[in-house]
């Protein structure tokens, strides 16, 4: 919680947050993201999620991002980005949910849930992560998660470096595939790019 507030000091307040539903490609990612542009799977007409709902009735999601999610940012549109997606292997497509702060749009949840087997269906959430400035995407059929990092002095607008982890879906859960950390310096945006693989 302490982490949130100190990256929205100096937040200007007038901003209008993102559509409630639709795919993430017409929403610019973090700054700094690397190929984390989701290439969406098409899903039939009239299946759409409502993932404000899914969130509000999802008991491990956070009571900051809940509380989020009480009322839309401008008219009915909540800070919430989804994209519909194959990840896990089933059959029916997987949801990426992407959940900002209104003001500014820097993310405080990235969550993916994958359609529970059986006559009653419904969902399972198969990947959270709450740390703020998160964003979660597709990259060649994995999931990408890119995180900004930030030092004392950094304003929301520029982060001191970002975190970028793929997760490959193996034996019913997501496993970590590959990782990297770039620091950005501000005199050259493209020096001092690390990773592990």
Not at 25 to 52: F, I
């Amino acid at each position: 919680m302490a982490a949130v507030g100190l990256l929205l000091a100096g937040c200007n307040p007038g901003g209008e947050g993102v559509r409630s539903e639709g795919s993430a490609g017409a929403t610019p990612a973090p700054k700094g993201a690397v190929n984390t542009t989701p290439t969406p799977t098409s899903t039939p007409k009239g299946k759409k999620v409502n993932a404000v709902q899914l969130l509000r009735g999802d008991p491990r999601v956070g009571a900051y991002v809940k509380q989020s999610l009480h009322k839309p940012c401008a008219a009915d549109a909540y800070p919430v980005e989804v994209t519909y997606a194959s990840l896990t292997g089933s059959s029916s497509p997987d949801i990426i949910v992407n959940v900002m702060t209104c003001a500014d749009s820097v993310g405080i949840g990235s969550y993916v849930y994958r359609r529970r087997d059986g006559a009653k269906g419904g969902y399972d959430e198969v990947y959270a992560n709450e740390q703020p400035s998160v964003y979660a995407g597709l990259n060649k059929g994995e999931l990408e998660v890119s995180r900004q990092t930030y030092t004392a002095g950094d304003k929301v607008c520029c982060p001191s470096g970002e975190d970028v982890t793929s997760y490959r879906w193996k034996n019913g859960r997501f496993t970590k595939h590959t990782s990297s950390h770039t620091d950005y310096n501000k005199a050259t945006p493209d020096a001092g790019t690390t990773s592990e693989g």
